[in-house]
Nanobody, 120 residues
């Protein structure tokens, strides 16, 4: 059974930092592209950041709105992916979801989400 379990969400003031973590089980982690998405109520889910599998170079991709502020990283030994979020803004407020995608068969898995609230 595949499980993606997020942690690290919470409330922070503008300009603050948070680190989200996602622990994966039930998948061959190193073969999956890992990503973070976010969704605000009434809006579509959007890609925040992704990191490809070991076999495809481990390259990263970021939404324009978070470039220079967020950093995604993966630890294949621990089967974890992290999202370091700095200089947080109120418009970063959303539920953040961990995503795993197999690039060979496009199987895709989601975590349950973790709330991030940026407010003064």
């Amino acid at each position: 059974q595949v499980q993606l379990v997020e942690s690290g969400g919470g409330s922070v003031q503008p300009g603050g930092s948070l680190t989200l973590s996602c622990a994966a089980s039930g998948i061959i982690f190193k073969l999956h592209t890992m990503a973070w998405y976010r969704q605000d109520p009434g809006k579509t889910r959007e890609l925040v950041a992704s990191v490809t599998s070991v076999t495809t170079g481990g390259g990263t991709n970021y939404a324009d709105s978070v470039k220079g502020r967020f950093a995604i990283s993966r630890d294949n030994a621990k089967k974890m992916v992290n999202l370091q979020m700095n200089s947080l803004r109120p418009d970063d407020t959303a539920v953040y979801y961990c995503n795993a995608k197999n690039p060979f068969n496009n199987d895709e898995f989601w975590g349950q989400g973790t709330q991030v609230t940026v407010s003064s």
